[in-house]
C-alpha cells in the first residue's frame, strides 16, 4: 500500500517559528488556565508572520501546545480566517452577504474581478492581491463592506475601491 | 415621533473613554462600587428584579440563567463575554466595545462579583482585531486603578479578563461551540444537558453572556432595578441596541427602549426608504429572523411582541428591502450564509441545507421546477428541531418564511412547464 507523504513537512526548512512567535506562544500557553486555549491566538500570530499557515508550522505548534499535529489540523480546517494556502501580500475579503449585497457587493465584485484581472478565490500573478468572498464582516450599517489584511474598508462604490488599490503598493 | 434612550451609546463619538479618568468621570464604576457594597446573591436578585433579558438573541432573564450555577463551589467559575457577533444584519456590539470598552468591562466585573467566577474571556470575532486592541488596552488601565486583578477595591474580590480572537466561525457565536472554541477546538456545539452553568468551559460552571446584556448592568446597579424597569415594556425592560442596514437612507445603529415601533424606527431614525422607494419587507433582527411584508411591520420590537408577529427580535439587527428587491435573491444570500457557517455535526443541518442551496440555486438558474418550491417548504420542517443547535432552525426558517410570503417571486423562476 502507498503511503501518502505527511502534509506537514513540505519545505520544511523555509517555514520556521520566529523567536518572538515562539516566545509569545509560551507566554500566551502559561496565561489561560489551560495550554490548548492559546491554540487560536497562536494561530493568528502564526499567520501573522508568514501570511498564511504553512503545513510545516505545525508540528512545531503542536510541540509548543503539547498536542498532536491532527489535533491542530483539525482546527486550522475548521475557521474560514486561517489560510492553508498563500494569499497575496494584499488579502482582499468582500462581504456577500445580505446587507452588502441589498447595496450593490455584487458590483463591487465585478469591479475588483476585472481591475485585478483575477476571479473570486485566486491570486494575481504578482502575488499581490487575493480576492476572496466572505460572509458577513458585522459592518451592515456600512455596506458594502471589505476587508484589506487587518484593515476594514466601509461604504464601498467602485471609485472608493481603485483609490484604495492605487494606495496599495 | 420616537426619541432615542442613550444608556449604552451615550460615548459614542467620544474620545478617550477607554482611559478610566474619563470613564469616571461620566459616573463610571459607581455602578461596581454599589454592586460590591451588596453580597452576590443579593445582586443577582437585583438583577432577576430588573428583568434585564439576554441581548443576544434568545432574550433569556439574565439573572435567572446566573442562578443555574452550582450553591457550592468546589472548583473555578468562569464568565464569558460573547462578542463573536457575525449573523449578518447584526453590528451592534462592535459600538460598545469601541467606543465605551470600560462600560463592557465594568459590567463584566459586576457579572463576575454576581456569579463568584474567578476570570473572564471575552471572545471577540477574529475579524475584529483593532476592537481586541482597543478592548486589550481598556482592560489594562482597568487593572492600573484596581478595577480588575486582585483584591479589587480592597473588597477582597479578584478578577480579571483575558480577550481571544475568534477565527471567522459564527456558530462560535453559539454558546458551547464558543466555549469549545477557547477550548482551543473546532467550534461545534455540544450536546445538552449538562448546561454550562454546570459543566462549561475545562468542565468547570460557565455564564455566557452578550457584550450588550453586560453592558446594561453598570446602569442596574448604580440606578437600581427599578429604574431600570421604567424603560422598556413589562415584559422587558431596558434600552435595546437596533442597527439598521440595507435600503435606508440612514443606516446605523440606534438605542431605543425595549417595545419600540419598528415603523417608526425605519421612518424617523432610519430616515425610511431611500431613493423614494416603497417598502417590500423587512428582516427584523438578523437574517435568521423570519422575514416581514410591509404591511406586518406595525409592531412592538420586543421578544414577545416579535413572537406574536411570527418572527423574532433576535438580535436587533434589522434589515430594510425597498420594493426592486428580489426576494429570490436574499434568499439565496442566506442560505450561502447557513451552509458555509454550519458546523457539519448534524445530518438535517449540513445535509438539509445543502440541499436548499442546490434548489434555490437551481431555481434562479432558471433550471428550477416548481415541485422543488414545495420540497424546500418541507425540507425546511423537517431540519427545524432536529438539530442540536439553533443554527439548522435559523436557516431553515428563514428560507421557510420567504418563500411562504413572496411565492409568486419563486414560482415567476420556474421557467420550463
Known amino acids: ?169 | 415621533m420616537i426619541e432615542q434612550k442613550k444608556i449604552l451609546t451615550r460615548h459614542v463619538g467620544v474620545k478617550g473613554m477607554e482611559k478610566v479618568e474619563n470613564y469616571e468621570r461620566d459616573g463610571g464604576y459607581i455602578g461596581l462600587k454599589k454592586a460590591l457594597e451588596k453580597t452576590p446573591q443579593e445582586f443577582v436578585e437585583e438583577v432577576k428584579k430588573s428583568f434585564l433579558r439576554g441581548r443576544g438573541g434568545a432574550g433569556f432573564p439574565t439573572g435567572f440563567k446566573w442562578s443555574f450555577l452550582p450553591k457550592e463551589k468546589d472548583r473555578p467559575f468562569y464568565l464569558i463575554c460573547n462578542a463573536d457577533e457575525g449573523e449578518p444584519g447584526t453590528f451592534k456590539d462592535r459600538v460598545i466595545m469601541e467606543h465605551d470598552p470600560l462600560l463592557l468591562i465594568e459590567g463584566m466585573t459586576i457579572a463576575g462579583y454576581a456569579t463568584r467566577s474567578d476570570l473572564g474571556f471575552i471572545y471577540i470575532r477574529g475579524e475584529f482585531k483593532w476592537i481586541a486592541e482597543i478592548l486589550e488596552r481598556a482592560i489594562q488601565n482597568a487593572r492600573n486603578a484596581n478595577y480588575l486583578g486582585k483584591n479589587i477595591l480592597g473588597k477582597g474580590f479578584d478578577f480579571d479578563i483575558l480577550v481571544m480572537r475568534g477565527a471567522g466561525a459564527y456558530i462560535c457565536g453559539e454558546e458551547t461551540a464558543l466555549i469549545e472554541s477557547l477550548e482551543g477546538k473546532r467550534g461545534q456545539p455540544r450536546v445538552r444537558p449538562p448546561f454550562p452553568a454546570n459543566v462549561g468551559l475545562y468542565g468547570c460552571p460557565t455564564i455566557v453572556n452578550n457584550v450588550e446584556t453586560f453592558a446594561c448592568l453598570p446602569f442596574i446597579a448604580r440606578q437600581g432595578a427599578g429604574t431600570f424597569k421604567l424603560m422598556g415594556t413589562f415584559q422587558a425592560s431596558g434600552t435595546k441596541l437596533y442597527g439598521i442596514s440595507g435600503h435606508v437612507n440612514k443606516p446605523g445603529v440606534y438605542e431605543f427602549p425595549m417595545g419600540t415601533n419598528l415603523k417608526d424606527m425605519i421612518q424617523y431614525a432610519g430616515g425610511g426608504v431611500r431613493n423614494g422607494k416603497r417598502l417590500k419587507a423587512i428582516i427584523p433582527g438578523g437574517v435568521s429572523a423570519p422575514i416581514l411584508k410591509a404591511d406586518e411591520i406595525d409592531i412592538a420590537m420586543d421578544f414577545d411582541s416579535c413572537i406574536k408577529a411570527n418572527t423574532m427580535l433576535g438580535s436587533g439587527g434589522i434589515i430594510v428591502m425597498d420594493e426592486d428587491t428580489s426576494i429570490p435573491e436574499v434568499a439565496e444570500a442566506a442560505i450561502n450564509f447557513f451552509v458555509h457557517e454550519s458546523c457539519g455535526q448534524c445530518v438535517p443541518c449540513r445535509e438539509g441545507l445543502q440541499k436548499i442551496q442546490q434548489m434555490l440555486s437551481d431555481l434562479m438558474n432558471g433550471k428550477g421546477k416548481k415541485e422543488h418550491i414545495d420540497q424546500i417548504l418541507t425540507l425546511s420542517k423537517t431540519i427545524g428541531g432536529a438539530t442540536l443547535c439553533p443554527l439548522g432552525d435559523a436557516g431553515s426558517m428563514a428560507i421557510y418564511t420567504m418563500i411562504t410570503k413572496f411565492r409568486d417571486e419563486f414560482e415567476a423562476l420556474v421557467t420550463n412547464e
Open chain 1, 1 to 169: 500500500m502507498a503511503v501518502s507523504p505527511s502534509p506537514y513537512q513540505t519545505e520544511a526548512s523555509e517555514y520556521v517559528l520566529s523567536d518572538e512567535v515562539v516566545a509569545k506562544i509560551k507566554q500566551l500557553a502559561a496565561q489561560f488556565p489551560q495550554r490548548n486555549s492559546a491554540m487560536l491566538p497562536a494561530l493568528h500570530l502564526i499567520q501573522d508572520q508568514f501570511g498564511w499557515i504553512p503545513p510545516a508550522t505545525i508540528p512545531q505548534l503542536a510541540q509548543l501546545l503539547h498536542t498532536t499535529p491532527n489535533r491542530i489540523y483539525g482546527v486550522v480546517t475548521f475557521y474560514t480566517m486561517f489560510n492553508l494556502k498563500p494569499v497575496g501580500k494584499y488579502h482582499i475579503q468582500v462581504c456577500r452577504n445580505v446587507s452588502c449585497s441589498l447595496l450593490g457587493a455584487k458590483h463591487i465584485i465585478e469591479h475588483l474581478s476585472r481591475k485585478l484581472k483575477i476571479k473570486p478565490g485566486e491570486t494575481t500573478k504578482d502575488k499581490k492581491f487575493t480576492l476572496s468572498l466572505v460572509e458577513c464582516l458585522g459592518a451592515c450599517g456600512m455596506a458594502p463592506v471589505m476587508m484589506i489584511n487587518d484593515q476594514y474598508y466601509e461604504n464601498l462604490d467602485a471609485k472608493k475601491v481603485d483609490a484604495i488599490l492605487k494606495s496599495l503598493k
